[in-house]
Structure formats: structure tokens, C-alpha cells
């Protein structure tokens, strides 16, 4: 079945949006395409990492494929220091709001370059 997964996130500006991710969330890019009037970008984690992102145009892929939606998924990040995390990317002025806990589970959220919204929870151990 299913062994890697690639999520596909459509934005307004692709380049921003990789350095976003590469500078402030220290993923790597690990391609780009050029399709002539749109370039994507295909990010991880890792190398090595089974989750991948794929940048895309959002108005070129809302053009080329009219019934696509194109609006930005749900993201929830799990990371061990939760601290860390928090306090690296605020570091690095990325828009953080305040760690909370809800229901036992201790989280922040994030906002893109885009001002998408994004979670980050603690791993259970």
C-alpha cells in the first residue's frame, strides 16, 4: 500500500513560498519544475523523509484544471520539544501564537508567508 506521501500546496507565489519553508522551517528542496509559465518546488523535512510538499502556482493550476481546489490544507507538524520548536521559529520571525494545551494535548500554531494558518503538536511519548 501507501509508503510516502506528497501533499500538494497551492500558493500565490512559489518562490516565497520556498524560502518560507526552506529558511524559516529548515526543510529542503529537493526539486524544482518548470513548466514555462509556472515553477513548482517539491520541499521535505529531510532528505530522506516520507512526508514531502509540493509547491504549486495556485492560479496557474486553477487555470489549467478548473475543477481543482486549490485551497490550503490542513497542516499539523508533531515535533519532541515542542519549546524548541516554538521558540526557533519565533526566533527566526516567523508569526507564532502561544503555546497552549486543550484536551491534554499541548500545541501552537503558525502562519505561512501567506498567512496560512499551521499547527504544531508535542509528541505523545
Not at 528542496?29 to 495556485?58: R, W
Not at 499541548?106 to 509528541?123: C, G, M, P, Q
Amino acid at each position: 500500500m501507501i509508503k510516502k506521501s506528497t501533499t500538494m500546496i497551492y500558493v500565490e507565489n512559489t518562490k516565497m513560498a520556498m524560502e518560507f519553508w526552506t529558511e524559516k522551517l529548515e526543510f529542503v528542496l529537493l526539486e524544482t519544475s518548470d513548466f514555462g509559465d509556472a515553477v513548482s518546488y517539491e520541499i521535505a523535512p529531510s532528505k530522506n523523509s516520507v512526508t514531502k510538499f509540493c509547491l504549486h502556482d495556485k492560479n496557474w493550476v486553477a487555470k489549467n484544471n478548473p475543477q481543482m481546489n486549490v485551497g490550503f490544507p490542513s497542516l499539523m507538524f508533531e515535533v519532541e520539544n515542542l519549546e524548541e520548536t516554538y521558540n526557533k521559529l519565533t526566533e527566526k520571525g516567523v508569526k507564532t501564537n502561544v503555546i497552549m494545551e486543550f484536551g491534554g494535548l499541548r500545541h501552537f500554531t503558525f502562519s505561512d508567508n501567506e498567512d496560512n494558518y499551521i499547527a504544531v503538536k508535542e509528541l505523545v511519548k
